[in-house]
């Protein structure tokens, strides 16, 4: 993978892209050309009844009825009488999650009668305001979810009297994604389209050629974007479970209604693989490339479905997903997941950080070292600090990032966020032997801007007990000698500790205990210089981000150093102990 993205070919085409999305919003507008390209047949009901797998939160649903909507890591507050659509939102993240409706099912969550007439309402308020067209709500990345929510919440949306001018809009709605499916970029939001368009062609009974038209469509996005290890190109985790638990709803919607093409099973079938390969003992997924610990519940329910309602495996198929560049190691009761590849590139890396050569590490089904992870919960502010190598459990150099962003401006307003600049290389080796699992890696994140490449090892032994770690900086032989071969750059290497885990230094700060919430004693040690602890966050579990530690290892590396030994290179080990303490508060 190369995450090099803002060539003058990328700028061309993204530009390209957005003149043919402003022409067909700008034909939307105009009534005469919107009202017979959305025209139709509107169902009197239901041809599938959709359920969703995904719970929906019943504190967050009261809160919603009590006139607080907190979304995408912002709040609104509305007054007793007014409509929340009459109001200026906080964001356009906040906006975009308003419009999608996906919310809703946190209202449902409360059931009752009152929770079910506040929906209708909410839906009803939207329809008098935006149910014939608007610029953002009727945008393919927000449409889709809006169709994908009402189509759930059937029983309290589509059904009886009030459901027939739902049904209608509803019907529209989905014309309007299928038309716009041309102009959506080959991005996560096209898979999550074509998956919400299957689902309202089995359900709306929009017209043959229409569904087999969204049935090849879906059938391009799945090959797309599903690799063939189950991972998402993104190489994002929870992005590879979110789409199963869709498929799986896909799925059950369609049974005894519909076939599906037979991408959709053989793409669960590889996405279930891949889910149960990134999953930590606790069930929390591993947090790499903007995803969070995911809905465990669901994805125990589309890993059930997967497997015919078999009982799962208690350890994944495989231990490397080449595709997506990941490794996992697992010995005793213990797993590492380690990052061994560069960030996706292009629209797909809009949510790519700079983790080359990160690790995760668990033990007794706790989690103990960790990223800081993301989830579209949490504030904008924190977006971009999180997508940096220091919120990784990895090695620094100079405070700077192995892969950087593009610039905010121009460029970044028609690319998104995505890497300017990547580490690769990343060149992963793997050896296993009887007293345990060697991973190791290497990237050249640090070479052009400051001539230095990085190398992680890793070994888990057999027992589980022990994980011992290198971190080498070193200068390549092929550039030659440096131009300041006096010249000292600064490194650090983090541990971001999971927020249950308690620490606490050593009296010569060359070591530090920790205590895990079941009272298992791990002793952190390293030759590398004093260990400090410091502040972090993680985000991973949702709103609102918790405080948590990180160990913290610095140096100054020579220009010139093979990464063989001090001061390039740093050893450190996490030793089990055994029982120490009660569990933590």
């Not at 964001?91 to 929906?119: G, K, M, N, T």
């Not at 309202?200 to 090849?216: I, S, W």
Request: hydrophobic share 40%; with cysteine; aromatic share 6%.
């Amino acid at each position: 993978m190369t995450a090099a993205h803002g060539s003058a070919k990328d700028l061309v085409g993204a530009a390209a892209r957005r003149l043919r999305r402003e022409s067909s919003d700008l034909a939307n507008s105009l009534a005469v050309y919107r009202m017979p390209a959305l025209a139709g047949r509107a169902p009197e009901s239901l041809s599938a009844v959709p359920k969703p797998i995904r719970k929906g939160d019943k504190a967050r649903g009261a809160a919603i009825l009590g006139g607080r909507f907190a979304l995408a890591g912002d709040t609104l507050d509305v007054p007793t009488g007014e409509s929340v659509w009459d109001l200026t939102a906080p964001s356009r993240r906040f906006a975009a999650a308003l419009h999608r409706c996906e919310w809703i099912h946190d209202v449902l969550a409360v059931d009752d009668a009152e929770a079910r007439q506040a929906v209708g309402v909410f839906v009803d308020d939207w329809i008098d305001r935006f149910g014939q067209w608007n610029w953002f709500s009727w945008s393919p990345a927000v449409l889709e979810g809006r169709v994908r929510a009402w189509l759930f919440a059937h029983e309290n949306l589509l059904e009886g009297p009030d459901g027939t001018a739902r049904l209608k809009t509803l019907s529209r709605q989905a014309r309007r994604l299928i038309r716009a499916l041309p102009v959506i970029e080959d991005s996560r939001t096209r898979l999550d389209a074509t998956i919400s368009l299957a689902l309202a062609t089995l359900a709306l009974d929009l017209g043959g050629a229409k569904a087999a038209q969204v049935g090849r469509a879906l059938e391009l996005a799945l090959k797309s974007q599903i690799l063939p290890d189950g991972g998402h190109v993104s190489r994002n985790p929870e992005a590879a479970a979110d789409i199963l638990i869709s498929l799986v709803e896909l799925d059950q919607a369609a049974e005894g209604v519909a076939p599906l093409p037979d991408e959709v099973r053989r793409a669960m079938d590889r996405a279930a693989g891949f889910v149960r390969f990134c999953r930590m003992p606790s069930g929390a997924l591993a947090g790499f490339h903007g995803g969070g610990e995911g809905d465990g519940r669901a994805i125990d329910l589309a890993l059930r479905h997967v497997s015919g309602g078999k009982k799962l495996p208690t350890r994944p198929a495989f231990n490397v997903a080449p595709h997506t560049g990941y490794h996992r190691a697992e010995a005793g009761d213990a797993v590492i997941m380690f990052d061994a590849a560069g960030p996706a590139s292009g629209l797909q890396g809009g949510d790519a950080h700079a983790s080359a050569l990160a690790f995760e590490f668990a033990a007794s089904g706790t989690r103990l070292v960790v990223n800081c992870g993301w989830s579209p919960d949490q504030p904008t502010a924190w977006r971009d600090a999180v997508r940096a190598t220091a919120a990784h459990s990895a090695l620094t150099l100079e405070e700077t990032s192995s892969a950087r962003l593009i610039e905010a401006g121009w460029r970044r307003d028609l690319l998104g966020h995505c890497m300017a600049e990547g580490p690769e290389p990343v060149k992963p080796r793997r050896n296993e032997e009887d007293l345990g699992v060697w991973l190791e890696a290497t990237h050249d994140g640090y070479r052009k801007r400051f001539g230095m490449s990085v190398r992680r090892r890793l070994f888990l032994a057999v027992d589980g007990g022990d994980l011992r770690g290198e971190d080498g900086l070193f200068r390549p032989v092929e550039d030659g000698a440096p131009d300041d071969p006096e010249a000292r750059l600064r490194f650090a290497i983090r541990f971001h500790l999971h927020p249950d885990v308690r620490a606490s230094l050593s009296r010569d700060s060359m070591s530090a205990l920790l205590v895990a919430p079941n009272g298992d004693g791990w002793r952190f040690r390293t030759d590398g210089g004093p260990v400090r602890l410091e502040k972090s966050v993680y985000l991973g579990a949702g709103a609102p981000p918790r405080r948590s530690t990180q160990l913290v290892i610095s140096g100054e590396a020579e220009t010139f150093g093979g990464g063989e030994r001090p001061p390039n290179r740093v050893r450190w080990a996490f030793q089990r102990l055994g029982r120490v303490g009660g569990a933590a508060g």
